[in-house]
């Protein structure tokens, strides 16, 4: 626990710098229940002991024109178990010439065999963030090796709430995994929507893989920044991968480009890339 103990005291010296002072013990008292009792968001997996971790994500983005990189940094704590998965998360970052900062939890509780849910809660008191974000999923194991899941997504970022409907059609071959994800926002204007597909060929177990994705449409993702709220294209690709580099270490990887039209005179171009390291015990 000492290990825990360190990264939640150095997270909330920098988060207590950013929230105001009602949110800040709110959003403490969470994130640290979360270093108690949070775990890896894989809920797919069949988990017969407890296992906590510690994890460390970086991004860095290159834009073509004038736009400064952006950077995110993440330290993420968790613990996983027979009853599900729960993890707290800080989240950094500097874009637009400003810096902000973000705290999450997601729990993944198991509600019977072949069914678990995915819950999400989000604050930050920076504009690069929503204030608020939320979300609520429901998965379930299909015949014939297939899945599915209907939920949504809700980000704040001052005014009316941006709310996306989204779920999941996915479908095991061997050691391979295919799934299909839409996000639909509903305005007053008309519907705006997305689809991204998702494709993984496993290795000796869960935490190797090496897989890609490709997505298109209109309506913005749940990781969706001010800008993108009201972009009227899109694409992107990525490729990404996990390895275990020793017991109880693994390193994460993706590579990926997109292309946003924000409005009929706007079009963003962007390459992204990304590290993590996760360490088990």
């Known amino acids: 626990m000492t290990t825990l103990t360190t990264v939640c005291r150095v997270c ?35 988990v017969t002991a407890v296992r906590r971790y510690v994890g460390a994500d970086y991004s860095y983005a290159w834009f073509h024109g004038d736009i400064d990189p952006w950077q995110l940094a993440a330290i993420s704590v ?25 705290v999450e939890l997601d729990a993944y509780p198991r509600i019977r ?19 608020w974000r939320s979300g609520g999923e429901l998965f379930s194991n299909l015949p014939r090796a297939w899945e599915a899941s209907l939920g949504y997504r809700q980000l704040r970022f001052g005014g009316a709430p941006v709310t996306l409907l989204t779920g999941s059609l996915g479908k095991y ?8 994800r839409p996000y639909v926002r509903v305005k007053p204007d008309g ?29 913005p993702s749940d990781r969706a920044d ?20 020793r017991p109880g270490l693994f390193g994460t990887w993706s590579l990926g480009m997109e292309q946003e039209e924000l409005s009929s005179t706007t079009t963003r171009k962007k390459l992204e890339g990304s590290f993590g390291l996760r360490t088990e015990f």
């Open 226 to 245: 001010p800008t993108e709220i009201a972009r009227t294209s899109s694409w992107s690709a990525s490729l990404q991968g996990s390895r275990s580099l």
């Open 191 to 219: 519907v705006s929507a997305s689809l991204g597909i998702t494709g993984r060929k496993y290795g000796a177990d869960a935490d190797n893989y090496l897989g890609a994705r490709i997505s298109a449409g209109t309506s």
């Open 12 to 46: 909330a010296r920098y988060l207590y710098g950013r929230m105001t002072c009602r949110a800040f013990p709110i959003l403490l008292a969470v994130f640290c229940a979360a270093v108690a009792t949070a775990q890896n968001p894989e809920p797919t997996r069949e």
């Open 113 to 131: 065999p072949g069914m678990y849910a995915y819950l999400n809660v989000g604050y930050s008191n920076d504009n690069i963030f929503p204030q």
């Open 78 to 102: 968790g613990r996983r178990g027979p009853r599900g998965s729960v993890i707290g998360r800080a989240n950094l970052a500097q874009r637009f010439g400003s810096n902000g900062a973000q």
């Open 173 to 180: 071959v061997g050691n391979s995994w295919l799934s299909l």
